[in-house]
């Protein structure tokens, strides 16, 4: 995994925000079985659920096709100077504990920037920054519908042409096949507590 990644930025500031989910933090949405895992749920509403977006190969594809292993999904744009990619290379990093602890991880990297990130473009970006990693783009009405599901916030600042930034919510979700939303990790958690507290929900299906 190439770790110094750094997109284009146009010579933009990063202006990156994160924006609280919900009305509050309660202990485990998903009950019992994964209460001893859980980092904090979102209170105020569900997160997460179906979506359909278009993958880095051009292809048409839903949360199914998607999420077959325990994901962590980012919402992001790859112009953006530094946050996303450092939030990025913190997950795929993640990933590649959980490999050495021999438990399975996609890292997933959803465009809320689809006027630039055409497939091509988070194909690329997804490429560089982990082997495994899945970029999405699509319509702007797909991107909205999936970032609603999420309940993420993201907002183009005003610039001329293509040299603009999107302000954005910092959320990485965890999201496990059948299960769907089951915890969130903030900008502050690193990989190492990240791996340890997947591990722990990917025991707790099996």
Partial sequence: MKKSYVWLAGGALAALIAV???VG???GSQGDQFAQCSQG???GGDIGGPFTLVSGEGVEVTEQDVITEPSL???GFTYCPDVCPLDVARNAEAVDILEEM???ATPVFISIDPERDTPQVVGEFADIMHPKMIGLT???EQVKAASQAYRTFYRKQPGGGDDYLVDHSTFTYLVLP???FVDFFRRDVGPDQ???TVACYAAATS
């Fill in 138 to 140: 699509g319509s702007a």
């Fill in 25 to 27: 933090l309660l202990g």
């Fill in 41 to 43: 749920a979102v209170a």
């Fill in 102 to 104: 021999g438990v399975p």
């Fill in 20 to 22: 609280p989910l919900g």
């Fill in 73 to 75: 999904v980012y919402f």
């Fill in 194 to 196: 990240m791996a340890e």
């Fill in 178 to 180: 059948e299960h769907g």
